[in-house]
């Protein structure tokens, strides 16, 4: 009866063990950087503040929290595949645009570097093409790179470290490799969703804005450049000389852009701005 006893107890004993282990190691885990906290004269300032401060994991939300903008960088394109359709420019500009819409700041080459960490969207887009046979291959990356301070040796920094990415691979069996441009839009709105999910003060995500389709003829955005401006008119990134329907952009400007619209009986020529209530002559 005393040997049945001592082994319930045992039995009890052992659960309450096991139960209790995991909050020991984690009770442990606290009170030793409690201790290290307190008592360790040895530690750097930046390695006490590590001790403090709350991991987040990369590639998450929360890793983009308070980023004030990015600069925009897409890696050069090789000229035979540019010959296909598929140009750096049309990238960068179709990324900035993107960026602006949902209110993120795009940052200029000064501007990042005076950024803490210098922020930037960096964008790669290999291409394999096999010429005798109608078949494309790409990776497509999007990375966000930020400097960053190594906690083990802190005076190191670590330039270009990635802090966020996404990306995948892309066949197609026919070579229209500008179709390349649509799918680098779909890894850039994931980057978005995530920077707006983790700053909520920011314009709504792009899936719900996805739902509403844009007013035609309106002004979206423009990526201006003395040599190549475009603009985001309605769904559409256009250039100097592009039609959209029977108007035709004459010029772009830094705010706004100047159509032309032949008619039956005359030509009419108008400017509208950024955000503008689209003219009547769009219909």
Not at 183 to 198: H, R
Request: aromatic residues 6%; proline residues 5%; charged residues 25%.
């Amino acid at each position: 009866m005393k040997m049945k006893k001592y082994l319930i107890l045992a039995i009890v004993s052992f659960s309450i063990l096991i139960v209790l282990w995991p909050a020991q190691q984690i009770t442990g885990e606290t009170d030793l950087y409690a201790k290290e906290k307190k008592t360790d004269s040895n530690l750097t300032a930046l390695q006490k503040l590590a001790l403090f401060t709350k991991r987040v994991p990369t590639d998450g939300k929360e890793i983009l929290q308070g980023l004030e903008g990015v600069e925009v960088l897409v890696e050069s394109i090789e000229p035979e595949v540019e010959k296909y359709g598929l140009r750096r420019q049309a990238l960068q500009t179709d990324t900035e645009l993107q960026l602006r819409q949902y209110g993120i700041k795009v940052l200029t080459r000064e501007e990042s570097l005076s950024t803490p960490g210098g922020p930037v969207l960096y964008i790669n887009v290999a291409v394999i093409i096999q010429e005798k046979e109608p078949v494309a291959a790409a990776v497509i990356t999007v990375q966000l790179r930020e400097t960053v301070l190594l906690l083990r040796e802190p005076t190191r920094i670590c330039s270009a470290a990635r802090t966020w990415q996404t990306g995948g691979m892309w066949t197609d069996w026919s070579h229209r490799i500008e179709n390349i441009r649509e799918v680098v839009k779909d890894y850039v709105s994931e980057f978005i969703n995530d920077y707006l999910a983790a700053n909520p003060t920011k314009k709504p995500t792009v899936s719900s804005l996805a739902t509403k389709p844009p007013q035609k003829g309106l002004i979206r955005g423009i990526v201006y450049s003395g040599d190549n401006p475009s603009a985001l008119i309605g769904d559409r990134t256009v250039h100097k000389g592009d039609t959209i329907g029977s108007v035709t952009i004459v010029r772009i400007y830094t705010d706004r852009v100047v159509f032309e619209k032949q008619g039956t009986e005359s030509t009419i020529i108008w400017t509208q701005k950024i955000g503008e209530a689209p003219e009547a002559n769009w219909e």
